[in-house]
């Protein structure tokens, strides 16, 4: 059975922040609370401003070490993530349920971060360089802060939002306080946190290896136009079928659509027309693009969603796969969801 311990400076200054908050959360009911945390950042719980302000304070007095580490985090501060890996996986968490228990401690997770030479992102939020989306849309500025061998990234209006954020690199090596097995000294693998204080949890991410990744979609590659993860046959109920290359297509000059490039599909349309797949910015955990013809004045919608997210209350397609979704559900979910063969 895998064990916890969760108790780094960086964490503890963080959970310190949120417990500032504690007593207007208690007067939530526990069940409310608890399903709440099982989520990153679905709530707008306001925090102590004081308390975030002395967060940023403390860890501003310690520096980053990178040498020695198989994460670079000098790196990493200018905006270029090339040297991690492409998806990551949740190994842990930790939440607040307001009982007077204080933080719990809870192995595995179905969460995933998906990575790419530029953005770092879970679906819901994204880190580009020094800028953080949240889950709603806002953008922040941010600020990054060494602490012992990890690397804190922190919001430049922490004192001004009512849901503050923080992400969190630790390098394998780095680190004796956050143990996923009771065995080992140091993190053995490189490690990633998120941490939001509306919900007062931390989901921690490790690197998925070869054994435990399948091909999926990544998301954060998408958005910068990297469409390799794409890449291979798609296929619907009705048997059709969209195979996906490894070519992509750049708008003509002649094109008046907004979108730059796009995934070559090898089928033509029905008029011999090459058609692209286009990717849009990450939003609800999944990706609103397109489908069709440069040569065309509009393209149908298309909905890009990764296995574990549901594209919209009423989406009926089989939520445990990829899925490409045709007109972006306006015709229906799984009618028109294709999945790989």
């Known amino acids: 059975m895998k064990k916890i311990t969760l108790m780094s400076t960086s964490l503890l200054l963080l959970l310190a922040l949120s417990a500032c908050g504690k007593t207007q959360n208690q007067a939530k009911s526990a069940s409310k609370s608890s399903a709440t945390h099982e989520r990153i950042g679905k709530t707008t719980t306001k925090t102590n401003k004081a308390a975030s302000r002395s967060t940023a304070t403390a860890t501003s007095q310690t520096t980053t070490k990178t040498s020695g580490t198989a994460m670079n985090l000098a790196q990493i501060k200018r905006g270029d993530y090339s040297g991690l890996a492409s998806h990551w996986h949740q190994v842990a968490m930790t939440y607040n349920r307001q009982d007077g228990k204080g ?35 806002d953008t922040h500025s941010v600020n990054f802060k060494g602490d012992h061998g990890s690397l804190v990234t922190l919001l430049d209006d922490s004192d001004k939002v009512g849901v503050n954020w923080a992400v969190t ?23 990633i946190t998120i941490w939001d204080s509306g919900s007062q949890y ?10 435990t990744t399948t091909k999926r979609l990544n998301l954060a590659q ?118 790989r063969d």
Do not use: C
């Open 103 to 137: 933080v719990h401690y809870k192995t595995g997770g179905d969460k995933h971060l998906s990575v790419s030479k530029s953005t770092i992102t879970d679906g819901n939020v994204t880190l580009r360089g020094d800028q953080f989306t949240d889950d709603g849309g």
């Open 169 to 191: 690199f630790y390098p394998k090596g780095s680190t004796d306080k956050i143990k996923l097995n009771s065995d080992t000294k140091k993190n053995t693998q490189d490690l």
């Open 202 to 211: 931390t989901a921690i991410f490790a690197p998925s290896t070869a054994k």
């Open 222 to 339: 998408l958005a910068d136009n990297n469409f390799s993860s794409l890449v291979g046959r798609w296929k619907n109920p009705a048997g059709k079928v969209l195979t996906v290359t490894n070519r992509v297509a750049k708008r003509p000059k002649s094109s008046q659509l907004a979108l730059a490039a796009g995934a070559v599909i090898q089928e033509k349309s029905s008029d011999g027309k090459q058609q692209v797949i286009g990717a849009g910015k990450v939003t609800n955990g999944m990706i609103q693009g397109s489908f069709g013809s440069f040569s065309n004045m509009t393209m149908e919608p298309l909905l890009i969603v990764p296995a574990g997210v549901k594209a919209e209350k009423g989406d009926d397609s089989n939520v445990k796969k990829d899925r490409l979704i045709m007109g972006g559900g306006q015709g229906g979910y799984a009618s028109e969801a294709y999945y």
